[in-house]
């Protein structure tokens, strides 16, 4: 089946500096990804919509400055938390529907911890 | 009124009994609906997928749908404690973003 690869897995990283975060299609064309936040016990939430040769949609409330998204290929999505502060740490997570279709299941990578001191 | 909603947890039942998870959701043009299961640390997976009303069953899960009330369900039977997660519901296609409900905690005891 298809397999949407992230890494890092797991990244602790000092107050103020940027972490990247790579989420990549394995064996299909993700058009679109999503990246999603979630913090212990709570639910996954959408941070924003990256799209493949144009720019990211973010919802409210999420600073598309400090939450840089990059999709420059079929195949790979990046998210860049810049001058990250305690407050980001959290478990960041990707996924993507199969050739864009927004009825079918989402594919999920495998998550990132971000810890920052 | 929020998009997904699913019961309150958490859920704790003894192993061997019947688990019942429920959700509603808002948006009256959803087509496809999705259960997915959470470990701790882990990223969701999708364990069930249900696209007509009634119930599709797989292995010890079944999902039930019922769109004219925008109700689904999942049932876990003979639960385990391998099935303590949080389970979230997830109508497909219905919106710019998919959504997810709170999830539901299950714990099975031993």
């Known amino acids: 089946g298809a397999v949407v690869s992230q890494h890092p897995s797991r990244v602790i990283c000092k107050s103020g500096t940027s972490v990247k975060i790579e989420c990549r299609s394995l064996?299909?064309?993700?058009?679109?990804m999503f990246w999603y936040r979630q913090f212990p016990k709570q639910s996954l939430m959408l941070m924003a919509t990256?799209?493949?040769?144009?720019?990211?949609?973010?919802e409210q409330g999420v600073e598309k400055d400090k939450f840089l998204i990059n999709h420059a290929s079929l195949t790979l999505s990046t998210l860049t938390v810049t001058s990250a502060h305690p407050e980001d740490s959290s478990f960041y997570i990707c996924?993507?529907?199969?050739?864009?279709?927004?009825?079918?299941?989402?594919?999920f990578g495998s998550g990132t911890q971000l810890s920052v001191l | 009124q929020k998009e997904v909603e699913q019961n309150s947890g958490p859920l704790s039942v003894p192993e061997g009994a019947i688990a019942s998870l429920n959700c509603t959701y808002s948006?009256?043009?959803?087509?496809?609906f999705f259960w997915y299961r959470q470990y701790s640390g882990k990223s969701p997976e999708l364990i069930m997928s249900?696209?007509?009303?009634g119930d599709k069953e797989d292995g010890r899960f079944t999902a039930q749908l019922n769109k004219a009330s925008q109700y689904v369900s999942l049932l876990i039977r003979d639960s385990q404690p391998s099935d303590s997660a949080t389970y979230l519901c997830?109508?497909?296609?219905?919106?710019?973003?998919?959504?997810f409900g709170s999830g539901t905690q299950l714990t099975v005891l031993p």
């Open positions: 996924s993507a529907p199969p050739a864009g279709r927004w009825d079918e299941k989402l594919f």
């Open positions: 064996d299909f064309q993700a058009t679109t």
């Open positions: 990256s799209n493949e040769g144009s720019k990211a949609t973010y």
């Open positions: 948006d009256r043009v959803s087509q496809s």
């Open positions: 249900i696209y007509s009303n």
């Open positions: 997830a109508p497909g296609g219905s919106a710019r973003q998919l959504t």
